[in-house]
């Protein structure tokens, strides 16, 4: 059986979709909680929004693993440091096409 360019694009989708779940999941609950810890309206808004922005870039992390690309150090902290959801949500679809990691960035 040959593979092809649609089968990998098809198995990609899959893992996004599966990981992009995942990461929004954990961090709404994530958000959920820091929110209510805070115990205020503005609170709970910026703990969903932190852990968001937390759940995409492990969404984002786990999509480059799986497709077996190479992570960097700066490439990591950039990811990781980066606060604003929409960055990281296009970040994440952007990863099932590139061929290094670095290519999010361009």
């Given at each position: 059986?040959?593979?092809t360019g649609y089968d990998y694009e098809s198995i990609a989708r899959?893992?996004?979709s599966?990981?992009?779940e995942q990461g929004r999941t954990e961090g709404l609950e994530q958000g959920r909680k820091e929110g209510e810890a805070k115990g205020r309206a503005e609170g709970r808004?910026?703990?969903?929004a932190e852990g968001r922005?937390?759940?995409?870039a492990a969404a984002l992390l786990a999509v480059l693993e799986a497709r077996g690309l190479e992570v960097s150090a700066?490439?990591?902290?950039?990811?990781?440091?980066?606060t604003d959801p929409e960055v990281l949500e296009s970040w994440v679809r952007?990863?099932?096409?590139?061929?290094r990691a670095e290519e999010l960035f361009a």
């Open positions: 059986m040959t593979t899959q893992y996004l599966h990981w992009i808004a910026e703990g969903r922005a937390e759940g995409e700066e490439v990591r902290e950039r990811i990781t440091g980066c952007r990863a099932v096409i590139v061929d």
